[in-house]
Nanobody, 123 residues
Framework: QVGLVESGGGLVQPGGSLKLSCVGS????????ITWFRQPPGKEREFVAT????????YYADSVKGRFTISRDNAKNTVSLQMNSLKPEDTAVYYC????????????????WGQGTQVTVSS
């Protein structure tokens, strides 16, 4: 069965770090652009970071630039999101998604989504 599975979320204090992972099942993630989105409580899902198939190009939302790093290990069929200097406003459910077509920062451009992993930044 084709799917994406996120892991690595949790509760962390402001200034802390977490590393999220997205693993592909029944598919080769290396064939696709993969993107992380997040959905803060009571808000719409928003773009966080994206990485091209070979990992050569990455692009970040301004709100996370310089703090988050997206990477991929195609041999392990995994895309990761290293999150440093976390802030309370980073609290959200984080999703990875497989690109289909269209503008890569928009939710509508993706055809497969993981179930999400909760990240809570609080003291």
């Amino acid at each position: 069965q084709v799917g994406l599975v996120e892991s690595g979320g949790g509760l962390v204090q402001p200034g802390g770090s977490l590393k999220l992972s997205c693993v592909g099942s029944g598919q080769t993630l290396g064939n696709y652009r993969i993107t992380w989105f997040r959905q803060p409580p009571g808000k719409e899902r928003e773009f966080v970071a994206t990485i091209t198939t070979a990992g050569i190009q990455t692009y970040y939302a301004d709100s996370v630039k310089g703090r988050f790093t997206i990477s991929r290990d195609n041999a392990k069929n995994t895309v990761s999101l290293q999150m440093n200097s976390l802030k309370p406003e980073d609290t959200a459910v984080y999703y990875c998604a497989r690109y289909f077509r269209g503008t890569a920062t928009l939710v509508q451009a993706y055809d497969f989504w993981g179930q999400g992993t909760q990240v809570t930044v609080s003291s």
